[in-house]
C-alpha cells in the first residue's frame, strides 16, 4: 500500500460519515419545518395586510382583531383632500368564521422552505362585518360628498367671442357619484385597505365632451365660416339683414354639446319677415282720385312670403357663406314693395259714385261712368278691397250663369268676378247698380273696356271702395 492510498483512507472514512449525518439532520429539519408549519403559518404571510408569519390561528386571530379595532381608512379626495372613516364609528368587527384556519389547512407545507420566495397573502371579508347605516352615514357626511363642494362637470362646447367661434375647453368638476363612492369603501372595507382614492376608482362624474371632439372642432370651424355671412332683404323702403350676430343666436346643442345651424330658428326669422312686409289681409291707406285719404278694406291683393321654400334658399345660402342682396321666394307678389304696395299704376272704382279711373304712373289715362253689383245682397254686392287683374279674356269664356253676356274683354279680379264690357246697357253711372246691379261684376262701357284693357296687364291693382 502506498503512502497515498494511506491519507486517503482516514478523510474517505469521515467524508462516508459526514454526508449521510448531513442529509439525516437535513431530513429531520425538514420534517421539523413540516410539523412546525402544520400549525404555523409559512414565513411571509400576511392576512389581509398583516404580518401573520409562523403564528398560530388563534396568534393570527388575535393579530386581526386587534388590528380591526384600530382600523382607519384613509379617503383621498379630488379637491377635499384626504377624509377618514375609523372603524369605531362603523362598529367594523372581526369575527371568525373558520377562514384563517382554511389558510392554515390551504398552505403547501411540503414546500415550507421556499416560502420566502413564494409569500402568501390572504383576505378574510367575509369575517368582517359593520353596521351598514352607521357607514353610509358616515359617507353621506364626508365632506366631498357635500352639495357646496361638489360641482357639475362641464363639457368642452362652442362659444361666440367677438373675433369668431371658439372651443370652450371641459372641465372636470368634483361632482361624484355617491352610489359608486359607497360601493368602492365597502369593498375597501371587506379588504380592510387602510386607503383608497376615489379619482383613482373613477367616483367623480366626467365630461362627455372634451375639446379635441373631432366632431366639435368641425362644427367650430364651419361655424367660423359663416363669419363674413351677409345677406340682405330688400323691401324697397326697408331691409332685414342676416349676419354673424344674428347667426350668433341660430345655433343650438344637442346632447352631445354639438351646435348646428336650427332650422326652426331660421323658419322663425323668414315667418317674422311675412308677419312684417307681407301685405295680403292688411287693410292699407289710399289717396282717392279727389284727394281723400281713405282706409280700404283687405281683399286678396299683396305680397306673401313663401315661407318654406324661403327657409330652405336662406339655410342654402348661409351654408355657402353668401354675401348677396335678395329679395325673398314670394308665393303671391303684388305692384310695388314697399309701404305702398299698390304703386302708381292701378284701377281706381268708387262704388258709390259709380266711377272707374285707371292710372298710368301716376297719371290719370281713362275716367268713366260703370255699373257695380246691386247693394242690397251679399251675393250680389262688388267686394271692397284690394285686389288684382288675374287675368285678361278677349273674349271671355262663357261661365256657369254666363254672368258676363256678350262681352267682348274682360278682367278678371277676384274669385269669378270681372270688369267688362256690357253693350246691352244704354246708360251708365247714376243710381242704376240701385235698381239694375249686376251679380258682382263691374260693368264698363264699350269703348272704354276696349281702351282699359290695352292700359293693364295681369297683376294690375284693382282698389274698390265707396
Not at 365632506?143 to 361638489?150: H, R, V, Y
Not at 354639446?257 to 326669422?269: E, N, P, T
Request: charged share 30%; net charge negative.
Amino acid at each position: 500500500m502506498s503512502r497515498d492510498s494511506e491519507r486517503r483512507g482516514p478523510g474517505r472514512k469521515i467524508a462516508l460519515f459526514l454526508i449521510p449525518a448531513f442529509l439525516l439532520l437535513t431530513a429531520a429539519a425538514y420534517f421539523v419545518g413540516y410539523i412546525f408549519f402544520n400549525s404555523h403559518f409559512l414565513p411571509g404571510t400576511t392576512i389581509n395586510g398583516f404580518r401573520c408569519d409562523f403564528m398560530t390561528v388563534r396568534e393570527a386571530e388575535k393579530v386581526l382583531k386587534r388590528e380591526v379595532n384600530a382600523y382607519a381608512m384613509e379617503i383621498d379626495t379630488m379637491r377635499n383632500g384626504v377624509e377618514s372613516i375609523s372603524g369605531k364609528d362603523i362598529e367594523l368587527t372581526y369575527e371568525s368564521d373558520g377562514s384563517v384556519q382554511t389558510f392554515l389547512d390551504g398552505q403547501e407545507k411540503v414546500r415550507w422552505f421556499l416560502a420566502l420566495r413564494e409569500p402568501g397573502a390572504y383576505h378574510t371579508g367575509r369575517s368582517v362585518s359593520w353596521n351598514q347605516r352607521f357607514l353610509e352615514v358616515q359617507v353621506d357626511e364626508l365632506d366631498c360628498l357635500q352639495k357646496e363642494n361638489m360641482k357639475k362637470p362641464v363639457n368642452a362646447s362652442i362659444v361666440s367671442t367677438a373675433e369668431g367661434f371658439v372651443i370652450s375647453p371641459e372641465t372636470t368638476g368634483s361632482l361624484l357619484d355617491r352610489n359608486k363612492v359607497l360601493a368602492v369603501i365597502e369593498k375597501a372595507l371587506g379588504e380592510l385597505n387602510p386607503k383608497v382614492s376615489l379619482e383613482e376608482e373613477e367616483c367623480y362624474l366626467l365630461p362627455t365632451l372634451y375639446r379635441d371632439d373631432p366632431v366639435l372642432v368641425e362644427n367650430c370651424e364651419y361655424m367660423n365660416t359663416l363669419k363674413d355671412v351677409v345677406i340682405t332683404y330688400d323691401f324697397g323702403d326697408r331691409s332685414e339683414r342676416v349676419d354673424f350676430d344674428r347667426l350668433k343666436s341660430w345655433f343650438v346643442q344637442d346632447k352631445r354639446g354639438i351646435y348646428s345651424l336650427d332650422r326652426d330658428q331660421a323658419a322663425a326669422f323668414v315667418r317674422h319677415l311675412g308677419e312684417v312686409y307681407d301685405t295680403v289681409g292688411e287693410e292699407r291707406e289710399f289717396l282717392t282720385y279727389d284727394d281723400r285719404l281713405i282706409t280700404l278694406e283687405a281683399g286678396d291683393y299683396g305680397w306673401i312670403i313663401d315661407t318654406e321654400a324661403e327657409t330652405r334658399e336662406l339655410l342654402s345660402l348661409i351654408d355657402k357663406g353668401t354675401i348677396e342682396v335678395r329679395e325673398p321666394v314670394y308665393r303671391q307678389t303684388a305692384a310695388s314693395r314697399g309701404q305702398n304696395d299698390i304703386g302708381a299704376s292701378y284701377i281706381e272704382i268708387n262704388l258709390e259714385e259709380q266711377r272707374l279711373v285707371c292710372y298710368d304712373d301716376g297719371k290719370p289715362v281713362l275716367d268713366c261712368s260703370i255699373v257695380s253689383g246691386a247693394p242690397y245682397s251679399s251675393e250680389t254686392h262688388t267686394p271692397m278691397g284690394c285686389y288684382e287683374v288675374l287675368e285678361k279674356e278677349d273674349p271671355p269664356r262663357v261661365d256657369d250663369g254666363d254672368i258676363y253676356g256678350d262681352s267682348w274683354f274682360l278682367l278678371r279680379f277676384h274669385d269669378n268676378l270681372g270688369i267688362h264690357d256690357a253693350d246691352w246697357r244704354e246708360e251708365f253711372g247714376k243710381d242704376i247698380y240701385m235698381i239694375d246691379g249686376t251679380p258682382g261684376c263691374v260693368n264698363v262701357p264699350f269703348e272704354a273696356m276696349s281702351q282699359l284693357y290695352s292700359l293693364v296687364e295681369e297683376g294690375t291693382p284693382v282698389v274698390i271702395y265707396e
